[in-house]
């Protein structure tokens, strides 16, 4: 059985400051990860993904991942917070071959001026 | 493009009611997912369909629950009777095909508060 754990509920970084928000998953076969963004009052935006091609992956705004299979984690790092980028972020895995999508609970990203 | 379209985007029911949310999926996107979104948690997959066809439904509560996509385009979900607890913003999101590796477009939800 798939499962996906988003270690944080809520981070807080300074403007300016690298943000991590960290996500372990477990999949019984070839998982695909996502991280999603929510803005207040928005839908759901992709921000990258990984479909098994290069491990480090890079989304919008700066973003980037990394699978490390051997951790079973696919981490979100950004060098540098802006403003904007304060929302709540969702990891998500859907396993190869199958059509079960689940979502993390979400990280709630906080960034301070 | 156009997005995927929803209606109504708020709903304020009192328990017991019934209650029906529809959606558009993006043109030609053979999958449709419905989702519920509990405050402060991650959206659950209620049912995703492919086509008109049921792929998964389950974590769909089908004592209460029920949702259609009969032309393969637009889909209904349905409350019937509402609970407390079915407050939730209802997500309704579409892909070119299911599968893993597909990027989902989500539409802007729908609010519902059962009272």
């Known amino acids: 059985a798939q499962s996906v754990t988003q270690l944080d509920s809520h981070v807080s970084v300074s403007e300016g400051t690298p943000v991590l928000l960290r996500c372990n998953y477990s999949?019984?076969?070839?998982?695909?990860l996502f991280w999603y963004v929510q803005h207040p009052n928005k839908g759901l935006q992709l921000l990258l993904k990984?479909?098994?091609?290069?491990?480090l992956v890079k989304g919008i705004n700066g973003f980037e991942a990394e699978f490390k299979k051997s951790e079973t984690s696919f981490h979100l790092t950004k060098p540098s917070a802006h403003m904007s980028d304060a929302a709540e972020y969702f990891c998500?895995?859907?396993?190869?071959?199958?059509?079960?999508?689940?979502f993390g609970a979400g990280t709630r990203l906080f960034v301070k001026a | 493009e156009a997005g995927v379209a929803q209606s109504p985007r708020y709903k304020i029911i009192e328990k017991r009611q019934s209650v029906a949310f529809w959606c558009n999926p993006i043109?030609?996107?053979?999958?449709l997912y419905w989702y519920q979104q509990i405050l402060g948690q991650g959206p659950k997959l209620l049912i995703q369909?492919?086509?008109?066809?049921?792929?998964?439904d389950s974590q769909l509560p089908k004592d209460r629950f029920s949702a259609e996509r009969l032309k393969g385009v637009d889909s209904t979900l349905k409350i019937q009777p509402a609970k407390l607890e079915d407050s939730a913003v209802y997500l309704c999101?579409?892909?070119?095909?299911?599968?893993?590796?597909?990027?989902?477009?989500f539409g802007p939800g729908t609010r519902l508060t059962v009272t």
């Open positions: 999101a579409s892909s070119p095909m299911g599968g893993t590796g597909n990027e989902q477009y």
């Open positions: 043109s030609g996107h053979a999958t």
């Open positions: 999949s019984s076969y070839s998982p695909s």
């Open positions: 998500v895995v859907s396993e190869d071959g199958g059509f079960k999508t689940i």
């Open positions: 990984y479909t098994s091609a290069a491990t």
């Open positions: 369909f492919q086509n008109n066809g049921v792929v998964d």
